[in-house]
């Protein structure tokens, strides 16, 4: 049986001390690994025909570009054929761990009993290595070593409900243990980008869809959950500020500097525009499509 990758996320500089000198537990590849994977993004979940997905799906179908082994018929050419969509999501991990732990490498085409109880279990998966990614990310935020020790504690629990059946999965309440992290990770927030040069804009919710912002000091901003679809933030200064659930799709980042951004995630890169001179935290990759 496979076993989905287990990897330590490292321990930064600012965790020696008494403070949280205790280790981390081992978690999950909180990055997708599709060969470890049943292919559930393509199955579980639904899609809308729209500027992202030439077709409509619905969930628990499969779709008509998936092959028998589980591979995408057109992975190479999403974007040409209308699946944008696609090549912008990521699981954060969650499919493989679904597939070879909780349903330990049983797939849902040969045991079809377990295809509903998957389904549902996914997207809960996928929100626990979710969460699990921001904890890790405000660990590593020297600022915010007074509050280490709890986010260690939610970090061992999270963990271990990704290690829960699908029936305890499909029961969990997310949004409650979601609304409990994002407590500390907005503490964690404002200690980080109290440090930061200068006056920090607040734009925590804002509309700023096609706001032009080139070349814009935005250190230390509160940018949470900006709406800031097709933005010229071209060469913006983004050092320092708050990226957590800013919707970034079309969003030009070419010439930015986007290093040492708080809670930036590799879906949020990948649904942006950018080129060679975009500066990106070292956790992240480039995406492919960048010019």
């Known amino acids: 049986m496979l076993t989905a990758p287990r990897q330590r996320i490292k321990t930064s500089s600012s965790d020696n001390g008494p403070v949280s000198s205790s280790p981390r537990p081992a978690l999950p590849l909180l990055q997708a690994d599709c060969a470890n994977c049943f292919a559930l993004c393509c199955v579980a979940l639904p899609f809308a025909k729209s500027a992202d997905f030439a077709v409509n799906k619905a969930a628990g179908t ?111 309440d997310v949004p409650a243990l979601r609304q409990e992290i994002n407590t500390l990770l907005l503490k964690a927030s404002e200690l980080a980008r109290a440090k930061a040069p200068g006056r920090k804009k607040n734009h925590r919710g804002a509309d700023l869809m096609g706001a032009r912002l080139a070349g814009a000091d935005l250190r230390g901003a509160n940018l949470r959950g900006a709406y800031l679809i097709a933005a010229d933030l071209g060469r913006a200064d983004l050092r320092g500020a708050d990226l957590i659930g800013t919707d970034l799709r079309d969003t030009n980042l070419r010439g930015a500097d986007l290093r040492d951004t708080l809670f930036l995630t590799q879906p949020q890169l990948n649904a942006a525009q950018g080129d060679a001179a975009t500066r990106i935290p070292g956790h992240l990759t480039r995406p492919a499509h960048w010019s």
């Open 62 to 172: 499969p779709c008509k570009n998936l092959r028998q082994d589980f591979r995408c018929g057109i992975h190479t050419g999403l974007r040409d054929q209308g699946f944008q969509g696609c090549t912008v999501f990521d699981c954060f991990g969650a499919g493989q761990q679904i597939s070879q732990v909780t349903f330990e490498g049983r797939d849902w085409r040969t045991h079809p009993d377990t295809r509903q109880a998957m389904f549902d279990a996914f997207p809960v998966m996928r929100q626990l290595h979710e969460l699990l990614f921001y904890v890790s990310a405000a660990l590593d935020i020297p600022a915010a070593a007074a509050l280490h020790p709890a986010l260690r504690t939610l970090l061992t629990r999270t963990e271990a409900l990704t290690r829960a059946d699908a029936d305890t999965l499909a029961a969990l």
